[in-house]
């Protein structure tokens, strides 16, 4: 992509980003800011193409259809019919929240001049509609105006996915909400900051009438992130009372035991709680709340470190399995949702800002790559809901005039906002985060760096300094922990220097940088094995972060590319094979990674004929996973007999 000179209106734009990202109290030194995704440009590579596909599914969606649900509500004609699937039979109008968001990340992004008038089109009809209710309500549930009058009058009956018989309407408002933030903040329109203030005072005039009580019964029902948006608010304003707000709409049942260390999730919908633990951890940075910061930071460890497996991703069937038993995460073909990634992913980048610490940028990549990477189809555009772990099963894709799950929502702002931790800065030294093919326009400072790679194909990276300003400052790049001590290797301008950081760092490099030097890094890639969180005999295979999967055959794929059924058009429905016909790891000794061999001429392809059985799967490529559709594969690998195996 051509680099471009960042316009005084992106600059007026990142002075209100800067500000709205440092909390009302004080921030500890360790802090760290991200840039915003007008200053990141993608560099041809793996990220890119994923970026132009995504743009093409954005493009091929008709706005006016979108925001029929809005204008219907609203008592208005609408100019087109309403999409089917989710977005005419109860959850009307959360995709048009999602496009927000999307347009919003992928025109900051790519500048792309389609996507600006989109977003400038959307935010005129909805203002629209919103006029005409008159009161600053604006939403796309059918019978939500009535709805909200009920609930005003104390009329409230709520349980996990509908309140008041509607189906979720806490968590459609709540996509309308992010994408008119995302729009004010992401990509500067002020019309959506007028919108998005109307509608929060709406709720808060509603949230008048109410109990405490009253509110935790109505956040029984999904909620999405709303504490996040209300806590934003408050920042965007500078208005307590939307902090006050925020702290109204978290649902007590789930912050009181984290903050006391208890895990009570199993048996739990995940996409529900982790939104929820975003908007924790937004309430604590704007208000200084520690006890809900406490409660974040527990979530993230016990989810991470507990709850998720190789991929990154979690849930089965979009419930957290109990901890100590991952069986169905094997058996069940619904494995882990998109949807949950992509608020884990919102969740660690609040916690890295905040804390610094490498084991969230980790995280963060191992999820990038091999979940929300491999969610989309990379040639013909389409999203994943489930990414079943079923060996021998497979991932149905969306299209785009006909599925509208909420992970083709999140989907849309995935693969949009690829920029945003890829560097960030503390006063004026730069952090490198994550070695994707990218440009960084630092106005502030004077910096132009781009980073030329090829990674994970190749274990290294290039950082090239094309402009920068007169004084010495930091550039730091990160020592992932799947990088052994003493390898990491870095060379500036062809000399190479000592590393005495340790994985789990980063590397300072202080020196008055000077246009056309060059930082050449080394990241050796070693095999691993990653047992499944139960310490099961199942077993996954990574090359360095890069999760690897066997492509077994591409036989009985029903529904690949999904139809309109509205709760099983997402599910891999086809035939599931025995798991007692799976090809196995025909050994119990440790260090199994040790049997597999590279193929010469292909990046990241290895082969394990001594290790495989039985005899017809011996010679199974594995491959990143993020590189392998349209076909059954294996992820998970038992070890040992077949007779212990389950069908």
């Not at 931790?421 to 093919?437: E, G, M, P, R, T």
């Not at 199942?538 to 529904?559: E, H, M, Q, R, S």
Request: aromatic share 10%.
């Amino acid at each position: 992509m051509m680099t471009r000179k960042i316009t005084h209106r992106f600059l007026t734009l990142f002075s209100i980003l800067v500000c709205f990202s440092i909390p009302l109290h004080a921030q500890v030194q360790t802090s760290l800011h991200s840039f915003q995704l007008q200053q990141v440009t993608l560099r041809p590579g793996v990220f890119k193409d994923a970026q132009l596909t995504d743009k093409a599914y954005m493009l091929a969606l008709d706005p006016d259809r979108l925001l029929a649900p809005y204008l219907t509500e609203a008592g208005l004609k609408p100019k087109k019919k309403s999409y089917e699937n989710w977005e005419n039979t109860g959850l009307d109008g959360h995709i048009g929240g999602h496009y927000l968001s999307a347009l919003s990340f992928m025109y900051a992004a790519t500048h792309d001049a389609e996507l600006n008038r989109r977003l400038d089109y959307m935010l005129a009809e909805l203002k629209r509609a919103q006029d005409k209710t008159g009161s600053g309500y604006l939403g796309g549930t059918p019978g939500g105006t009535a709805m909200w009058k009920d609930i005003a009058a104390g009329k409230i009956e709520a349980d996990t996915f509908a309140l008041n018989k509607k189906w979720v309407p806490l968590y459609n408002i709540h996509k309308l909400f992010a994408g008119l933030r995302d729009a004010y903040l992401i990509a500067g329109k002020t019309q959506a900051k007028e919108i998005l203030i109307r509608l929060t005072d709406y709720i808060y005039g509603v949230s008048l009438k109410l109990t405490d009580q009253q509110i935790q019964t109505m956040l029984i029902s999904e909620q999405g992130g709303l504490n996040e948006v209300f806590a934003d608010v408050s920042v965007i304003t500078g208005q307590n009372k939307y902090l006050t707000l925020a702290r109204r709409f978290s649902h007590k049942e789930i912050l009181n035991p984290l903050i006391q260390g208890h895990d009570e999730l199993n048996g739990l919908h995940a996409n529900m709680q982790i939104p929820k633990a975003v908007g924790f951890q937004r309430i604590s940075e704007v208000g200084g709340d520690a006890d809900y910061g406490k409660a974040a930071q527990f979530f993230w460890e016990t989810v991470v470190n507990n709850r998720s497996v190789v991929i990154g991703g979690n849930s089965v069937n979009e419930h957290f399995n109990p901890t100590g038993n991952f069986t169905k995460m094997i058996t069940d073909i619904a494995g882990p949702e998109t949807c949950n990634s992509y608020n884990m992913l919102k969740l660690t980048r609040h916690l890295f800002e905040k804390a610094a610490d490498v084991k969230y940028i980790d995280f963060y990549e191992r999820v990038l790559f091999n979940h929300i990477l491999s969610s989309q189809h990379p040639a013909r555009g389409g999203f994943v809901y489930y990414t079943s772990m079923r060996p021998r099963h497979y991932r149905v894709y969306s299209q785009p005039q006909v599925d509208m799950w909420c992970c083709v929502g999140s989907g849309m702002e995935n693969h949009g906002k690829y920029g945003e931790l890829i560097y960030s800065y503390q006063q004026k030294n730069l952090y490198v985060n994550l070695f994707i093919a990218s440009r960084l326009n630092w106005a502030a400072q004077g910096l132009v760096l781009s980073q030329q790679t090829k990674f994970p194909d190749e274990e290294t990276t290039k950082l090239l300094v094309e402009a920068v300003r007169t004084g010495k400052f930091d550039i730091n790049i990160r020592y992932p922990h799947w990088v052994k001590a003493g390898r990491l290797q870095i060379k500036i301008n062809g000399t190479e220097i000592a590393v005495n950081a340790r994985p789990g760092s980063y590397v300072k490099l202080n020196r008055q940088w000077k246009k056309g030097d060059e930082i050449a890094i080394r990241l050796p890639m070693e095999l691993s094995t990653e047992a499944l969180p139960d310490s099961s005999h199942y077993i996954a295979f990574l090359n360095g972060p890069i999760v690897l999967a066997a492509k077994t055959d591409t036989t009985d794929l029903d529904n690949l590319i999904a139809d309109g059924d509205q709760f099983g058009g997402y599910r891999a429905r086809g035939k599931t094979y025995p798991l007692n016909e799976a090809p196995i790891l025909a050994t119990n000794q440790p260090d199994p990674e040790k049997y597999l061999k590279p193929v010469a001429g292909k990046p990241q392809t290895f082969i394990a004929p001594e290790l495989i059985s039985p005899a017809k799967f011996k010679g199974l490529e594995l491959i990143p996973f993020y590189k392998l559709h349209d076909a059954r594969y294996m992820i998970y690998w038992h070890q040992g007999d077949l007779k212990d195996m389950g069908k």
